[in-house]
Protein backbone atom coordinates (compact mmCIF):
# COMPACT_ATOMS: atom_id res chain seq x y z
CA UNK A 1 0.00 0.00 0.00
CA UNK A 2 1.45 3.50 -0.80
CA UNK A 3 1.96 6.48 1.89
CA UNK A 4 -1.24 8.33 0.02
CA UNK A 5 -3.41 5.37 0.74
CA UNK A 6 -2.19 4.72 4.51
CA UNK A 7 -2.90 8.63 5.24
CA UNK A 8 -6.16 8.00 3.36
CA UNK A 9 -7.66 5.86 4.82
CA UNK A 10 -6.10 6.52 8.11
CA UNK A 11 -8.73 9.42 8.08
CA UNK A 12 -11.46 7.25 7.66
CA UNK A 13 -11.94 6.79 11.84
CA UNK A 14 -13.12 10.41 12.27
CA UNK A 15 -15.68 10.33 9.92
CA UNK A 16 -18.78 9.04 12.47
CA UNK A 17 -22.42 8.17 11.04
CA UNK A 18 -24.84 11.10 9.99
CA UNK A 19 -21.96 13.40 9.61
CA UNK A 20 -21.76 15.92 6.75
CA UNK A 21 -18.63 15.61 4.98
CA UNK A 22 -16.55 17.46 2.93
CA UNK A 23 -14.51 15.43 0.04
CA UNK A 24 -11.01 16.51 -1.29
CA UNK A 25 -9.62 16.29 -4.26
CA UNK A 26 -6.64 14.66 -5.77
CA UNK A 27 -4.91 11.60 -5.42
CA UNK A 28 -4.87 11.54 -1.75
CA UNK A 29 -8.32 12.78 -0.99
CA UNK A 30 -9.47 9.63 -3.88
CA UNK A 31 -8.48 7.31 -1.45
CA UNK A 32 -10.37 8.85 1.39
CA UNK A 33 -13.24 8.53 -0.83
CA UNK A 34 -13.12 5.65 -1.43
CA UNK A 35 -12.88 4.47 2.01
CA UNK A 36 -15.98 6.12 2.46
CA UNK A 37 -17.29 4.82 -0.14
CA UNK A 38 -16.54 0.94 0.92
CA UNK A 39 -17.36 1.94 4.38
CA UNK A 40 -20.67 2.75 3.34
CA UNK A 41 -21.48 -0.17 0.83
CA UNK A 42 -20.56 -2.59 3.55
CA UNK A 43 -23.04 -1.01 6.28
CA UNK A 44 -20.14 -0.31 8.68
CA UNK A 45 -20.80 3.75 8.03
CA UNK A 46 -24.18 5.10 7.92
CA UNK A 47 -25.74 8.29 6.73
CA UNK A 48 -23.04 10.19 5.35
CA UNK A 49 -23.73 13.07 3.33
CA UNK A 50 -20.82 14.51 1.04
CA UNK A 51 -20.21 17.94 -0.21
CA UNK A 52 -17.34 17.19 -2.67
CA UNK A 53 -14.63 20.11 -3.88
CA UNK A 54 -14.52 19.26 -7.40
CA UNK A 55 -16.32 17.62 -10.33
CA UNK A 56 -14.03 15.06 -9.94
CA UNK A 57 -14.28 14.37 -6.41
CA UNK A 58 -18.52 14.81 -7.19
CA UNK A 59 -18.05 11.98 -9.95
CA UNK A 60 -16.21 9.29 -7.63
CA UNK A 61 -18.77 10.09 -4.73
CA UNK A 62 -21.71 8.93 -7.35
CA UNK A 63 -19.96 6.47 -8.34
CA UNK A 64 -20.11 4.92 -4.69
CA UNK A 65 -23.28 6.21 -4.24
CA UNK A 66 -23.09 8.27 -1.99
CA UNK A 67 -25.54 11.24 -0.94
CA UNK A 68 -24.07 14.77 -2.55
CA UNK A 69 -25.39 17.63 -0.90
CA UNK A 70 -24.86 21.58 -1.61
CA UNK A 71 -24.54 24.76 0.24
CA UNK A 72 -28.19 25.03 -1.14
CA UNK A 73 -28.93 22.45 1.12
CA UNK A 74 -27.12 22.19 4.40
CA UNK A 75 -25.43 24.57 6.51
CA UNK A 76 -23.13 22.64 8.07
CA UNK A 77 -20.20 20.65 7.03
CA UNK A 78 -18.81 18.32 10.34
CA UNK A 79 -15.14 17.34 8.65
CA UNK A 80 -13.37 17.98 5.50
CA UNK A 81 -10.74 15.64 5.13
CA UNK A 82 -8.30 16.83 1.70
CA UNK A 83 -5.01 16.22 0.68
CA UNK A 84 -2.20 19.40 0.11
CA UNK A 85 0.98 20.22 -1.97
CA UNK A 86 3.10 21.48 0.94
CA UNK A 87 2.47 21.33 4.81
CA UNK A 88 4.75 23.77 7.08
CA UNK A 89 4.99 23.02 10.84
CA UNK A 90 2.30 25.45 12.12
CA UNK A 91 -0.23 23.21 9.45
CA UNK A 92 0.01 26.55 7.29
CA UNK A 93 -0.10 25.02 3.72
CA UNK A 94 0.06 25.36 -0.68
CA UNK A 95 -2.82 23.56 -1.70
CA UNK A 96 -4.34 23.62 -5.68
CA UNK A 97 -1.70 21.88 -7.52
CA UNK A 98 -5.21 19.68 -8.31
CA UNK A 99 -6.82 23.02 -9.46
CA UNK A 100 -9.28 23.17 -7.29
CA UNK A 101 -8.29 25.64 -4.93
CA UNK A 102 -11.18 28.02 -4.56
CA UNK A 103 -13.85 25.12 -3.77
CA UNK A 104 -11.66 23.32 -1.31
CA UNK A 105 -10.88 26.69 0.78
CA UNK A 106 -15.15 27.59 0.34
CA UNK A 107 -15.87 23.86 1.94
CA UNK A 108 -12.54 24.11 4.62
CA UNK A 109 -13.81 27.59 5.42
CA UNK A 110 -17.28 26.52 6.35
CA UNK A 111 -15.94 23.12 7.79
CA UNK A 112 -15.84 22.56 11.96
CA UNK A 113 -12.48 20.59 11.62
CA UNK A 114 -10.16 20.33 8.24
CA UNK A 115 -7.88 17.10 8.23
CA UNK A 116 -5.34 16.90 6.16
CA UNK A 117 -3.78 13.57 4.38
CA UNK A 118 -0.73 13.67 3.00
CA UNK A 119 2.28 11.17 2.28
CA UNK A 120 5.39 12.63 3.77
CA UNK A 121 7.17 14.22 1.11
CA UNK A 122 5.27 17.57 0.95
CA UNK A 123 6.16 18.16 4.41
CA UNK A 124 8.19 21.36 4.19
CA UNK A 125 10.12 23.75 6.95
CA UNK A 126 9.21 26.78 4.97
CA UNK A 127 6.02 27.18 2.14
CA UNK A 128 6.82 28.07 -1.41
CA UNK A 129 10.01 25.64 -1.14
CA UNK A 130 9.07 22.50 -3.26
CA UNK A 131 6.00 23.27 -5.45
CA UNK A 132 4.72 26.62 -7.04
CA UNK A 133 1.83 28.60 -5.45
CA UNK A 134 -1.39 27.86 -7.82
CA UNK A 135 -3.53 31.40 -7.85
CA UNK A 136 -6.51 31.68 -9.64
CA UNK A 137 -7.55 34.13 -11.62
CA UNK A 138 -10.03 35.42 -14.09
CA UNK A 139 -9.79 35.30 -17.47
CA UNK A 140 -10.69 38.79 -18.06
CA UNK A 141 -7.02 40.74 -16.92
CA UNK A 142 -5.22 37.47 -16.90
CA UNK A 143 -2.24 39.56 -18.08
CA UNK A 144 -2.79 42.29 -15.12
CA UNK A 145 -2.86 39.86 -12.74
CA UNK A 146 0.17 38.12 -14.34
CA UNK A 147 2.18 41.35 -14.01
CA UNK A 148 0.97 41.90 -10.48
CA UNK A 149 2.19 38.39 -9.44
CA UNK A 150 5.58 38.57 -11.27
CA UNK A 151 6.14 42.16 -8.58
CA UNK A 152 5.10 39.76 -5.85
CA UNK A 153 8.43 38.33 -6.24
CA UNK A 154 7.11 34.76 -8.18
CA UNK A 155 7.44 33.59 -11.24
CA UNK A 156 4.19 32.59 -12.84
CA UNK A 157 3.55 30.06 -15.20
CA UNK A 158 -0.17 29.98 -16.56
CA UNK A 159 -1.35 26.52 -16.36
CA UNK A 160 -2.18 24.18 -19.19
CA UNK A 161 -3.51 20.96 -20.30
CA UNK A 162 -1.73 18.63 -22.31
CA UNK A 163 -3.00 19.31 -25.63
CA UNK A 164 -1.69 23.04 -25.11
CA UNK A 165 -4.85 24.77 -24.01
CA UNK A 166 -4.77 26.99 -21.45
CA UNK A 167 -6.99 24.94 -18.50
CA UNK A 168 -10.21 26.40 -16.94
CA UNK A 169 -10.96 25.94 -13.65
CA UNK A 170 -14.52 24.18 -12.37
CA UNK A 171 -15.28 27.82 -11.96
CA UNK A 172 -14.51 29.02 -15.77
CA UNK A 173 -10.92 30.68 -14.12
CA UNK A 174 -7.79 30.30 -14.84
CA UNK A 175 -4.50 29.34 -12.67
CA UNK A 176 -1.21 30.39 -12.31
CA UNK A 177 0.69 28.69 -10.59
CA UNK A 178 3.82 30.88 -9.02
CA UNK A 179 7.45 29.71 -7.83
CA UNK A 180 8.63 31.51 -5.21
CA UNK A 181 12.33 30.42 -3.70
CA UNK A 182 10.29 30.44 -0.66
CA UNK A 183 7.36 32.52 0.82
CA UNK A 184 9.06 34.52 4.00
CA UNK A 185 5.68 35.87 5.73
CA UNK A 186 2.47 33.53 4.25
CA UNK A 187 -0.01 35.78 5.73
CA UNK A 188 0.66 38.94 4.69
CA UNK A 189 1.50 37.37 0.62
CA UNK A 190 -2.10 35.85 1.46
CA UNK A 191 -3.54 39.31 2.47
CA UNK A 192 -2.28 40.63 -0.33
CA UNK A 193 -3.71 38.58 -3.17
CA UNK A 194 -6.71 38.56 -1.40
CA UNK A 195 -7.76 42.31 -1.85
CA UNK A 196 -6.38 42.57 -5.62
CA UNK A 197 -9.24 41.98 -8.29
CA UNK A 198 -8.60 39.90 -10.97
CA UNK A 199 -7.09 37.32 -7.87
CA UNK A 200 -10.13 35.14 -7.33
CA UNK A 201 -8.27 33.00 -4.74
CA UNK A 202 -4.69 31.50 -3.68
CA UNK A 203 -3.86 28.04 -2.53
CA UNK A 204 -2.21 29.29 0.69
CA UNK A 205 -4.75 27.87 3.50
CA UNK A 206 -3.96 29.75 6.62
CA UNK A 207 -5.53 29.02 10.42
CA UNK A 208 -7.91 26.45 8.46
CA UNK A 209 -6.34 22.88 9.67
CA UNK A 210 -5.44 21.82 12.96
CA UNK A 211 -4.60 18.12 11.92
CA UNK A 212 -2.79 16.22 9.45
CA UNK A 213 -2.40 12.56 8.99
CA UNK A 214 0.76 12.23 6.90
CA UNK A 215 2.21 8.09 6.26
CA UNK A 216 5.59 7.00 4.29
CA UNK A 217 6.00 3.89 3.32
CA UNK A 218 6.29 2.11 7.08
CA UNK A 219 4.04 4.49 9.30
CA UNK A 220 1.63 6.56 9.44
CA UNK A 221 1.10 9.89 12.19
CA UNK A 222 -0.31 12.82 13.20
CA UNK A 223 0.76 16.32 13.49
CA UNK A 224 -1.40 18.63 15.70
CA UNK A 225 -1.44 22.19 15.52
CA UNK A 226 1.02 23.45 17.91
C1 LIG B 1 -6.13 19.87 -5.34
C2 LIG B 1 -5.27 19.86 -4.13
C3 LIG B 1 -4.73 18.54 -3.72
O1 LIG B 1 -5.23 18.25 -2.46
C4 LIG B 1 -3.24 18.62 -3.70
O2 LIG B 1 -2.81 19.01 -5.00
C5 LIG B 1 -2.61 17.27 -3.34
O3 LIG B 1 -2.83 16.36 -4.36
P1 LIG B 1 -2.31 14.86 -4.29
O4 LIG B 1 -3.04 14.22 -3.16
O5 LIG B 1 -2.69 14.28 -5.63
O6 LIG B 1 -0.83 14.88 -4.09
O7 LIG B 1 -5.03 20.85 -3.47
O8 LIG B 1 -6.49 21.17 -5.70
New binding site residues.
Partial sequence: MDA?QRAGEAALQHVKDGMIVGL???????YFIEAVGVALRNGKLRDIRAVP??VNSEKLANEFGMTVVTFAQTTRIDLTV????EIAPDLTL????????LR?KLVAQNSAKLII???AQ?LVTKLGTKSPL?VEVTPFGHEASERFLRDLGCIPTLRRQKDGSILITDNGNYIFDCKFTEIPDPRDLNLELATRAGIVES?LFIDLTSMAIIADNATVWTIAKP
Avoid at 24 to 30: E, F, M, P, Q, V
Avoid at 94 to 101: M, R, S, T, V
Fill in positions: KGTGSTAKTSDGADIKGLGGALEIADKPG
